[in-house]
């Protein structure tokens, strides 16, 4: 099995709080456009998928309250 890495394509203002907030392992949903591109560089043949955001929600994940579980 192969992994398939897809870049997002982000701009405007959703761009500014990605490149502020985001770190590797964070958790979002993306909505937009998926693009897929196939590329020869010589002998080795490329291939790209990349969406075109046009919103994006930070997902966060607190830890749980510590009152309210049972000990």
Known sequence: MNTLFIEIAVFGEYGKACHEHLKKGSLII??????????????????????????IQFIALGKPDEKDTDN
Do not use: P
């Open 30 to 55: 993306v909505s937009g456009e998926l693009e897929y591109r196939k590329w020869d560089k010589g002998s080795e043949k490329h291939s790209k998928h990349t969406i075109k955001a046009n919103d």
